[in-house]
């Protein structure tokens, strides 16, 4: 008898492993989807608080979703079962009597037997009768709930993130704003830096003209906070304004403070009055000269006693100039040697005034030097240095460049400059055009008082003048005493006995330490009214 064919069978054992396929695949699809959202967690994680970013984008989500996918496929695949495999779980789940394994293995064992056709016809018949391909069934994994985990995680981050990168994008645009006008500023003296440098050919207008493009590029870059931008603007200028200082200076020169008290110092001996007033007549080259011709007399002469006198009388000359203020590069060095001279047994004194007319030889070699190879291009860089110090210091104090009244710039490298003083004008001193009380232009007095008595100007309505600070004191006895204090009507003033003791105590240590630090002249004033504002009333 003839095997009939089975191709009922067959088609429920294949729908039946498509379904096993598919559950297979959402199995392993939620558990990739699990592990990639954990994988997602922590990568946002790392973005929002290591990186600084957003911690999500759709990017990294499509390639996330990609490698899912594919893997859960590779997964499906590899555990696909055969059918003999899936015929024994039908047969199984549906109560058919190994009816499915008997009939796919009778069709394949390729033997005729009539009681196999009437038991493989018997299974097909039997199969034909119902759909046992939904025995396996295909349904949602119930940890497909735990992808709500990573899914709020994400998006709490992301709405986070976003949140707070507003408020910082709306500090750093207001940071911006701040420093834009200072950068724009420096960008423009930038470029009047190097325009000018083209005509005098100078390393040093070249030199700044870069520091200046450099400090408005780092004040738009560093300008993240805009309560920072301001001090972080303050300080480029600051910096800006010490590195003109420093090109205006020459290391090997002293300033004319030091040079009229070393000039004092030498007049008290009549060996070196003749180079002290050289040194006084701005003679350089002739003090060093006489100066030399003194120490060679006195060492023909064998006087050892006037060059120690003359040393004792430079190095007090220094000593007080270094407790007023601080000394230049020149006047350190000068009295290095002079302790130098000091320390070793047996020092020569006389190296001390060697040392200062070889101090004296370079400057005045400097200044020539610069007379003659400058000539108008050396004037104008030092033209240049000074019109750029003083917008710095107008921009430090919220100036900008202001024009003329005819609405014309001024003539100069940097237009509409001018410095802004404090202090009260010289009388021999010239106003500059336009208005008399404008700036002058030259740098305020060293002992900056001031424009009025009080920094704070003259009150309008004088105050009635405070009692007489008066103390009592005695001795309590025995017994009960009862105390009670009454304040007077309108009156809440308080002892300021202990604090003017105090103030005065600690005054002339605080005023000696503001003496020794080289402060720039537009805070001198702020320092002065400091204190002014704290100083006990009289």
């Known amino acids: 008898m003839k095997t009939p064919p089975i191709d009922d069978v067959l088609r429920n054992l294949r729908a039946a492993r498509r379904r096993w396929s598919a559950q297979l695949f959402l199995n392993a699809l939620v558990k990739m989807a699990l592990l990639a959202g954990a994988a997602l967690v922590i990568l946002a994680a790392i973005n929002r608080w290591a990186l600084g970013r957003l911690p999500f984008d759709w990017s990294s989500a499509g390639w996330a979703a990609g490698a899912v996918v594919v893997i859960s496929l590779v997964v499906a695949l590899a555990q696909r079962r055969s059918l003999p495999a899936v015929a024994g779980v039908i047969d199984r789940l549906g109560g058919t009597r190994d009816r499915f394994s008997t009939a796919l293995n009778f069709s394949t064992d390729g033997k005729e037997d009539p009681m196999r056709s009437m038991a493989l016809q018997e299974c097909v018949r039997f199969v034909q009768g119902g759909k046992f391909s939904q025995l396996i069934p295909v349904r949602v994994p119930r940890e497909v709930v735990y992808l709500l985990v990573p899914v709020v995680a994400l998006a709490l981050l992301q709405w986070e993130a976003r949140e707070t990168f507003a408020v910082r994008d709306a500090e750093i645009a207001a940071a911006q704003d701040a420093v834009e006008d200072t950068a724009r500023k420096l960008e423009e003296l930038a470029r009047q830096t190097e325009k000018a440098n083209e005509e005098a050919k100078s390393e040093e207008l070249k030199k700044l003209a870069e520091q200046l493009k450099r400090s408005a590029e780092e004040l738009?870059?560093?300008?993240?906070?805009?309560?920072?931008?301001?001090?972080?603007?303050?300080?480029?200028?600051?910096?800006?304004?010490?590195?003109?200082?420093?090109?205006?200076?020459?290391?090997?020169?002293?300033?004319?403070?030091?040079?009229?008290?070393?000039?004092?110092?030498?007049?008290?001996?009549?060996?070196?009055?003749?180079?002290?007033?050289?040194?006084?007549?701005?003679?350089?080259?002739?003090?060093?000269?006489?100066?030399?011709?003194?120490?060679?007399?006195?060492?023909?002469?064998?006087?050892?006693?006037?060059?120690?006198?003359?040393?004792?009388?430079?190095?007090?000359?220094?000593?007080?100039?270094?407790?007023?203020?601080?000394?230049?590069?020149?006047?350190?060095?000068?009295?290095?040697?002079?302790?130098?001279?000091?320390?070793?047994?047996?020092?020569?004194?006389?190296?001390?005034?060697?040392?200062?007319?070889?101090?004296?030889?370079?400057?005045?070699?400097?200044?020539?030097?610069?007379?003659?190879?400058?000539?108008?291009?050396?004037q104008a860089t030092e033209q240049q240095m000074k019109d750029l110090l003083a917008a710095l210091q107008n921009m430090k104090f919220g100036e900008g460049g202001q024009e003329q009244a005819g609405g014309q710039p001024q003539p100069g490298g940097a237009p509409g400059v001018q410095i802004q003083s404090f202090a009260k004008g010289d009388p021999g001193t010239q106003p500059g055009e336009g208005d008399g009380q404008l700036p002058s232009g030259q740098p305020g007095s060293e002992r900056d008082t001031g424009t009025t008595d009080s920094p704070f100007g003259k009150d309008v309505n004088a105050a009635a003048?405070?009692?007489?600070?008066?103390?009592?004191?005695?001795?309590?006895?025995?017994?009960?005493?009862?105390?009670?204090?009454?304040?007077?009507?309108?009156?809440?003033?308080?002892?300021?006995?202990?604090?003017?003791?105090?103030?005065?105590?600690?005054?002339?240590?605080?005023?000696?330490?503001?003496?020794?630090?080289?402060?720039?002249?537009?805070?001198?004033?702020?320092?002065?009214?400091?204190?002014?504002?704290?100083?006990?009333q009289e």
Not at 290 to 313: F, H, N, S
Not at 344 to 356: D, F, M, P, V
Not at 467 to 479: I, K, P
């Open 220 to 378: 738009r870059a560093n300008a993240k906070n805009a309560e920072e931008a301001g001090k972080s603007a303050l300080r480029e200028l600051s910096a800006l304004e010490q590195l003109v200082q420093d090109l205006q200076k020459s290391p090997d020169a002293a300033t004319p403070e030091e040079l009229a008290a070393l000039a004092k110092a030498l007049e008290e001996n009549a060996a070196t009055k003749d180079a002290a007033e050289a040194m006084a007549n701005g003679d350089l080259a002739k003090a060093a000269e006489e100066l030399e011709k003194a120490m060679q007399e006195l060492a023909e002469q064998k006087d050892e006693r006037t060059p120690e006198q003359i040393k004792q009388a430079l190095e007090q000359a220094l000593k007080r100039l270094a407790e007023q203020k601080q000394l230049s590069a020149a006047a350190q060095k000068l009295a290095q040697q002079m302790q130098r001279s000091g320390a070793e047994k047996g020092g020569n004194s006389s190296e001390t005034a060697k040392q200062l007319a070889e101090m004296l030889r370079k400057m005045a070699q400097g200044k020539s030097g610069k007379q003659q190879q400058g000539g108008q291009a050396g």
């Open 465 to 536: 003048k405070d009692g007489q600070a008066q103390q009592l004191s005695g001795r309590q006895g025995a017994g009960e005493s009862l105390q009670q204090s009454l304040t007077s009507a309108g009156d809440n003033s308080k002892s300021n006995r202990g604090y003017k003791e105090l103030y005065e105590a600690m005054a002339p240590a605080a005023q000696d330490a503001v003496l020794q630090e080289n402060i720039p002249l537009g805070s001198r004033f702020f320092i002065k009214r400091y204190f002014e504002a704290i100083r006990p």
